[in-house]
């Protein structure tokens, strides 16, 4: 099955599920596989690692509902921080782990909303975002 199939074929599952959940965790894996594609085209070193990052974590789901929604909302963030910090309570994630997904979440975004370009259907502010700036407060805690 070739790339652009298999995403489809993720797209069309989410979208034909009943539970919210599954159908979050399938965008997130469609939206890993075409940024894995896109970041192998551009040339981008390591691409497979920060794409399994972003994985690892979870975090190519917020990416999924951030792109859904064209930005990235405070409560999805809220959210996923409950959700990390449980995984590093209950050492399913260790600190180094959380902190590079976030850091390659943060790197997508950016690079998503550059393509998108002023307007675009995909805002990310790195500047009075208050979202990405949890995210990134968080990821700095975790250099103990």
Do not use: C, W
């Not at 590079?100 to 995909?122: K, N, Y």
Request: charged share 25%; proline share 1%.
């Amino acid at each position: 099955m070739s790339e652009k199939s298999q995403t489809r074929s993720l797209l069309e599952q989410a979208t034909a599920s009943d539970d919210p959940k599954e159908a979050l965790r399938l965008a997130g894996e469609a939206v890993s596989q075409e940024l894995l594609v896109a970041m192998k085209a551009a040339g981008i070193t390591k691409a497979e690692k920060s794409v399994q990052a972003l994985d690892a974590a979870g975090l190519n789901q917020l990416l999924a509902l951030a792109l859904a929604k064209g930005k990235l909302s405070y409560r999805a963030v809220d959210d996923v921080l409950v959700q990390l910090r449980e995984a590093l309570s209950n050492r399913t994630l260790t600190a180094e782990q959380i902190k590079d997904s976030i850091l390659s979440f943060d790197a997508a975004a950016q690079r998503l909303a550059m393509v998108g370009g002023h307007g675009g259907g995909f805002e990310y502010p790195t500047k009075g975002n208050r979202a990405r700036d949890s995210l990134m407060t968080f990821a700095r805690s975790l250099h103990r």
